[in-house]
C-alpha cells in the first residue's frame, strides 16, 4: 500500500483528485511495482488544494464513487485530497485485517457508522503506529486526518524507536552484574 499510497501523492503534486480509490483500482505491474489506475472519476482541483465541486455527471440521489470506500463529504459531491486519503486508509484497513472498518446494507447505514468514526482495529498483531496512522486517516472531519497523503504514509512507514527494547536488557544485565559482583566481594 505504501507503492499506491506514494502514487496518489504524486496525483495530488499533480493537482488531482482520484476521487474513487478503492482495491480495484490498485494494480500490481507485470514487474511487481504497484500502480494506481482507473481516473475515470478524477478531477483536477479548482485551486491547489480545494474541494472539486460536484459534476454534472451526477443526478440527484446518486453517488459519484464506491461507498463503501467514500468519505462522508464525498457522498455531498465535494472530493479533497483528504477524501482520497480516507479512501487509502478504509483500503489499507480491509488488506491488514480482511474487513473494511465501515459496513451497512444501505448508505444510510453506512454513512452512520462513519459518522460514528472508525472501530477499534480487530487484530493487535498490526504494529500500533500503523493502526494510529490508518485511524487517523479515517477520521470524520477532514481537518482531524492527516495535512496530506504523504504525512499519512511518513506515519505509518517510521519504524519505532528500538533503542529501549534493546537498552532494557543490557541495562538488566548490567544491573545483575554489579549485584553479583557486590555480593561477590562481601
Request: aromatic share 6%; glycine share 10%; net charge positive.
Amino acid at each position: 500500500l505504501s507503492q499506491a499510497a506514494r502514487g496518489i501523492v504524486a496525483a495530488h503534486a499533480a493537482g488531482i483528485v482520484h476521487r474513487d480509490l478503492k482495491p480495484d483500482n490498485i494494480f500490481v505491474g507485470s514487474h511487481g511495482e504497484v500502480l494506481v489506475g482507473d481516473f475515470g472519476l478524477a478531477r483536477a482541483e479548482s485551486t491547489r488544494g480545494q474541494p472539486v465541486e460536484p459534476t454534472t455527471l451526477t443526478q440527484t440521489g446518486t453517488v459519484l464513487g464506491t461507498p463503501v470506500y467514500m468519505a462522508l463529504e464525498a457522498f455531498d459531491g465535494t472530493a479533497t485530497r483528504a477524501s482520497d486519503q480516507f479512501s487509502l486508509c478504509v483500503t489499507a484497513w480491509e488488506a491488514l485485517y480482511g474487513s473494511r472498518p465501515f459496513a451497512g446494507s444501505t448508505i444510510d447505514a453506512l454513512i452512520a457508522q462513519m459518522r460514528a468514526g472508525p472501530p477499534s482495529p480487530p487484530d493487535r498483531r498490526v504494529p500500533a503506529h500503523v493502526q494510529a496512522a490508518i485511524r487517523r486517516g479515517l477520521a470524520v472531519d477532514p481537518a482531524d486526518r492527516f495535512p496530506s497523503v504523504a504525512a499519512l504514509l511518513a506515519a505509518w512507514s517510521r519504524r519505532p524507536r528500538r533503542w529501549p527494547y534493546v537498552a532494557m536488557p543490557v541495562v538488566a544485565v548490567a544491573a545483575g552484574g554489579a549485584m553479583f559482583a557486590t555480593r561477590g566481594s562481601e
